[in-house]
């Protein structure tokens, strides 16, 4: 499989997949608009942070710590759309975009290190870069080359301007101003808050100025610089380059701006009032270094630990055994875990097996079906608690010391114990229970499993030895030294550090994409008029567009190099990685074991590259007889043995007792000492001793030889005559026999009835066994396959992995609004299934193919089935040839008969459908057969792919079970990765965690409302998310209403009515203030009356003027609608005129330049020839000379 997909494209691609982090965050579908609208709220932000994190909060604690200071708001229904979520995404960028010294005032920066205020806006960004060169990475560096983050920033302010004021230049910040951007937005629900409305202007004012100063501010880049960031200061942007997780991000070291906004009120978490927490910066520019504020000795303890007390409560932090966390994969060292989990492999085949059977443990003594059942039940329940008690103390105390959070020696101590308990102590104590044996097997297996737990004992307490290293220095060290972090800083932490970059380097991508839809081309002019229009219209052209995504060799070279992780942040769980492993140990024994069983099959025939020769003389022989009855066998002494071949297998007392007893009664005893040893007998399956000597008049005579007993010299005395397989007697064979006397006079005791059968089964057995070189192809070429397919599995798990994360985030697999998605959420236990099925799974895989391989290819070869192979191949190549021509024909009278699904000659086509059909009829039962032999090799091929679904939508269930659900479980992990270490949910995660840190002093209501702004105008098309409120609200209405533009003509008219009506209701208001006064004075009179009836006729002329101005309204509505719909076509119109023109003017351009390079050429040939002239007319000038 190729592992590459049609996916959409630009910033269409960046929305399909805000969506799909959306479905993943959500925790409910109860709520359905909800679910559809892609929103976010505090119950979905407190189970992340508990799943993720192990932080403890309440959902009002979660509204009023974070989602209020996001745009969410407090109340119980509030909660952060997919704008919101955007704008929270782009605080690390924005942070980055503005520097420190691009927000100084004019005031300020004549006391700057370096001010910058007389220079242009682009030389300052080039500054900036310069000053942070050193902390961007190459992606950064090209994106950076290829767009201006400062001129987006510009270029959205001038389009918020234009599309608010119909303006671009820069305006005094007024409420006025910021209630017309709101309601150009249609953000009418904030046009009346004035407190917020005054937090934005104050937001977008130098820090450094004047409070009490009444000055407007001019909304220039500046200011709208200041207003996005001024709000998320305490963000550091050097945390990116980091090697920490996200939790020491936020509670850990801070830089002078964070201190400043610490030091200037309250801190959100209380602090000891310790002296020593500060230390000035040894260069004496102002920096102070604060301690990690989660001290260690606070996450040491297994109580909960409180993290940050603020206004709202206490934060607390559970203790979550991250050490055994293989959801999110929280711990410390990916290397530690993996030889943890082989440990325990090794540990349950070596040590747990005899639990399969517990040895001396029953349930009933008899043997009934019912005894059967009760023993069958009590094994598994064995078995269950066996492995799930002993796994769970063998996990937590050999990988203790691994934890991502707790810094203690005592976990040290307790891992480096569990590796002498389980990995050092069972060599060294032989105990024996019904369920646990610890007592040496012998041979290899034991010398085997030394080895291997001595390698695993030394690798673990390696890296215990770097635990308890790790803890002499601070993580923020740790992930700052490049040396240390390779060693010492542990494989989550740079795994986290990657992606921090993979969440730069998609957000970047996203802003680009969002920008480039703004541009009738790529240039980068200054805005004339508002873009939002034009974004959309190419947003919806970009739609339809799809690229190629993916690919087996792109997903293994990305795999390889990091860009899996740094560049696309596709989290592979260390579960997968422990399948890939147990994948390849259940490959090898699998492969091991059957090539071991293939051997011995083939050993039941006779070498043919080794020599034996056997031979012995009749005079030293003698018939044994039980009764005067022969035994139809010879006993013989002197039996002379050459050759390599002659090896026999020394004789098992205790399953061969029949045997043994026979040679030991009646072998004779040794010629030079008379007597009989029976110490070591050997037997011989297939071996035949050969008489020597002239009797036979050089015939052969043979005798099976049965058992020996070895003497000196390399002779043997021996019983011959007897199979051992059955003990069969008389088995001498060869026309010489009948001249041997002894061997004569025992043939002649032989039955006629057994030397019947005899013959008939030698002959019939000849004709039914298979040859040796039969075997050895088929051991040769199955095994072969399983290695194949074992490689195919290991090789496919990954590139198939990454290929069905990017379907999801990508849209080609539906998340958020498809029903079938929730069930993906269901039952999260069962992701524990993973690793046993990928090892089994392929250990069945390799079993079958070898079985259904073997059987194929010795169906082809065995002598017995092949004349039915012959017939079935002489079959096949005459369908195959009528098939040949079948498709040749149907290609021509394709051609004549069908354009497309229509006929161009129906009588024809008739014809040829009618004979086609009639042939069908007798030619499908092949093809079923053919369907069935090809489905039986895919599903052997399958049984070990739990990654990829082998039956279709809809073919797996039956009466709503599901045949196969594996594959549903496989990306349950993958979505509950995902779901915790998605690139964009880890920066939501670290967004979250600095707002519990730093609380109001970070993400207020004002910034995430310019934030939410500059979304909105960067990319409109994300509005849909924040207008549809209903799933039956079709996209194209939703889109037509966030491109109704401002149009003067009716804005007039509705402006004017709204003031004619202000007007009349001022003007009935004044008269109802005066009848009321009469009223109470009593001088009301029957003019009283008629002004009262008066009044209830202007109130009546005042409603039909509202019904009237709401019906002219909605005609204008609808004519605007139409306005916009002619413009749009207008638009494309005018796009496609200018191609047109632009390929015009491109083509004439080319025929110039063609014409030019015309002229020139004929202007040098005219050279040459005026060259050439003047040489002849030289020459004829000569001649007549």
């Known amino acids: 499989m190729s592992y590459s997909f049609e996916g959409p494209v630009g910033a269409a691609a960046d929305a399909k997949e805000l969506e799909y982090i959306a479905a993943l965050i959500q925790t409910s579908h109860a709520d359905k608009e909800g679910f559809v609208d892609a929103s976010i709220d505090a119950r979905d932000i407190k189970y992340y942070l508990m799943s993720r994190f192990g932080i403890e909060m309440s959902r009002e604690q979660v509204r009023k710590i974070i989602l209020a200071g996001l745009g969410g708001g407090e109340d119980e229904d509030d909660c952060l759309d997919l704008c919101e979520v955007v704008a929270a995404l782009l605080i690390p960028s924005l942070r980055k ?4 010294n691009f927000l100084l005032s004019s005031d300020s920066a004549e006391n700057a290190t370096k001010t910058i205020k007389d220079v242009p806006l682009q030389e300052q960004a080039a500054l900036v870069k310069a000053q942070l060169a050193d902390d961007q990475s190459e992606d950064e560096r090209v994106f950076l080359e290829r767009v201006s983050p400062e001129e987006i920033i510009r270029f959205v302010l001038e389009n918020i301007l234009k599309h608010a004021t119909g303006s671009s230049e820069p305006q005094p910040l007024t409420k006025e101003l910021i209630r017309t951007i709101f309601a150009a937005f249609d953000e009418t629900a904030l046009v009346t808050n004035e407190e917020l409305v005054s937090e934005m202007i104050a937001a977008a004012k130098d820090s450094n100025a004047v409070e009490d100063t009444e000055d407007t501010v001019l909304l220039d880049v500046k200011a709208f610089a200041r207003a996005l960031t001024a709000d998320v200061m305490l963000y550091d942007p050097s945390v990116e380059k980091r090697a920490t997780t996200n939790f020491v991000d936020a509670f850990g070291t801070l830089d002078e701006s964070s201190q400043r906004a610490e030091s200037s009120s309250t801190r959100n978490t209380e602090l000891p009032d310790d002296p020593d927490n500060f230390q000035d910066n040894s260069h004496g520019q102002g920096l102070r270094k604060l301690n990690n504020v989660i001290k260690d000795e606070i996450t040491n303890g297994l109580d909960d630990s409180v993290i940050a007390v603020t206004e709202h409560g206490p934060v607390s932090k559970k203790f979550t055994l991250s050490t055994i966390d293989f959801a999110v994969d929280n711990f410390r060292s990916k290397t530690q875990l993996l030889l943890v989990w082989f440990g325990f492999l090794c540990f349950f085949a070596r040590y747990l097996s005899s639990g399969l059977r517990p040895r001396g443990a029953t349930v009933c003594s008899g043997s009934g079906f019912g005894c059967k059942i009760s023993q069958s039940v009590f094994n598994w329940v064995v078995l269950m608690l066996l ?22 020696y005592l976990d040290i101590v307790v891992g480096v114990a569990g590796v002498v308990v389980f990995m050092i102590l069972p060599h060294q104590i032989q105990l024996e229970t019904p369920i646990f044996s610890t007592e040496n097997v012998g041979g290899w297996y034991d010398t085997l499993f030394v080895v291997l737990f001595i390698i695993l004992a030394v690798l673990t307490l390696v890296c215990q030895c770097l635990n308890a290293a790790r803890l002499s220095f601070s993580d923020e060290f740790i992930g700052s030294n490049k040396f240390l972090s390779r060693i010492l800083a542990g494989s989550n932490a740079r795994d986290e550090m990657k992606f921090k970059s993979a969440a730069v380097f998609k957000v970047n991508r996203m802003l680009e994409n969002a920008y480039s839809l703004h541009h009738p081309t790529h240039s980068r002019g200054e805005v004339n008029e508002g873009t939002n229009e034009l974004a959309l219209l190419n947003f919806t052209k970009v739609s339809d567009k799809t690229e190629v995504v993916g690919g087996f060799k792109w997903a293994w070279k990305s795999f390889l190099n990091g860009d899996l992780k740094r560049k696309e942040g596709i989290w592979l769980q260390t579960r997968l990685i422990a399948g890939l492993m147990a994948q390849l140990l259940f490959s090898i024994i699998a492969i091991i074991i059957l090539s071991t069983n293939w051997h011995y099959v083939i ?15 009749p005079e030293s022989c003698y018939a044994p007889e039980v009764n005067g009855t022969s035994l139809g066998i010879a006993a013989c002494t002197d ?45 011989y399956e297939d071996h035949y001793a050969t ?15 049965t058992t020996c007993v070895f003497y000196e ?31 004569e006079e025992i043939i002649d005791t032989r039955p006629a009835l057994f030397a019947d059968a005899e013959a008939f089964v030698d002959e019939s057995i000849d004709d039914y066994i298979p040859k040796r070189w039969m075997v050895v192809l088929c051991a040769v070429v199955s095994l072969i396959t399983g290695c194949f397919v074992a490689i195919s599995l290991f090789a496919n798990y990954i590139p198939s992995t990454v290929c069905t994360i990017m379907k999801f985030r990508s849209g080609a697999i539906p998340s958020l609004r498809d029903p079938n998605f929730i069930q993906y959420r269901k039952t999260l236990e069962s992701v524990t299934y993973i690793i046993g099925l990928m090892a089994w799974g392929t250990w069945s895989s390799i079993f079958f193919t070898v079985v259904v391989v073997a059987g194929g290819v010795f169906f082809l070869v065995y002598q017995v089935t092949r004349p039915i192979v012959v017939s079935i191949v002489a079959i096949v190549i005459g369908i195959t040839v009528t098939l040949v021509f079948k498709s040749i024909l149907i290609t021509v009278l394709g051609r004549v008969n069908y354009a497309a699904f229509y006929r161009k000659r129906p009588w024809l086509a008739n014809i040829c459908g009618v004979g086609l059909e009639c042939w069908h009829l007798g030619l499908s039962s092949g093809y079923m057969l053919s369907r069935a032999i090809k489905l039986i090799v895919a599903a052997t091929m399958y049984i070990g792919r739990i990654d990829q679904p082998f039956l279709g939508e809809g073919v797996g269930v039956i009466g709503g079970t599901h045949l196969d659900k594996f594959p549903s479980i496989y990306r349950q992990g993958l979505l509950s990765a995902d779901a915790h270490r998605h690139p964009y949910i880890e920066r939501l995660g670290l967004i979250y965690l600095l707002k519990i840190r730093h609380g109001s002093k970070f993400g207020t209501t004002a910034g995430s409302i310019w934030r939410l702004l500059f979304v909105f105008s960067l990319m409109p098309w994300l509005r849909k998310f924040r207008i549809a409120n209903d799933a039956d609200i079709p996209e194209e209405i939703v889109m037509l209403q966030l491109t109704s533009g401002s149009n003067t003509k009716y804005e007039k008219i509705i402006k004017d009515l709204q003031e004619e009506l202000n007007e009349e209701k001022s003007r009935l208001e004044k008269e109802i203030r005066i009848l009321q006064g009469k009223i109470k004075m009593n001088q009301g009179d029957a003019n009283a009356e008629t002004n009262l009836d008066n009044l209830l006729e202007m109130i009546s002329n ?21 306005l916009e719909h002619e413009m749009s076509e207008l638009q494309q119109t005018k796009s496609k005129i200018e191609n047109d023109y632009m390929f015009e003017v491109k083509t004439l351009k080319k025929e110039l330049s063609e014409a030019v390079l015309r002229k020139d050429k004929l202007a040098k040939e005219r050279e040459e020839l005026m060259k050439n002239n003047s040489l002849l007319i030289d020459l004829l000038s000569d001649k007549q000379a």
């Open 603 to 617: 050993g039941l025939y006779k070498d043919d590259t080794t020599y034996c020769s056997i031979s012995f003389n």
């Open 639 to 683: 039996i002379m043995f050459e050759g390599d071949g002659c090896d026999g297998s020394k004789i098992d007392i205790v399953s061969n007792v029949e045997l043994f007893n026979l040679t030991c009664q009646f072998i004779p005893p040794n010629p030079a000492t008379n007597e009989t040893v029976c110490d070591s007998v050997f037997f």
């Open 691 to 705: 008489f020597e000597g002239e009797l036979t008049n050089n015939e052969v005579c043979q005798a099976q030889l």
């Open 387 to 408: 492995l799930s008690l002993i796994g769970i103390v063998y996990f937590i105390s050999v990988g203790s010391g691994n934890d991502v959070y707790r810094r203690s």
């Open 713 to 743: 010299n390399n002779t043997a005395a021996c019983l011959l005559g007897l199979k051992p397989q059955g003990l069969i007697p008389w088995r001498f064979e060869g026309p010489g026999c009948e001249s041997i006397p002894l061997v």
């Open 1102 to 1122: 005042l409603q039909h003027k509202i019904d009237s101005a709401g019906e002219e309204k909605e005609k204008q509505n609808s004519l605007v609608r139409s």
């Open 97 to 100: 975009i503005v520097d420190e």
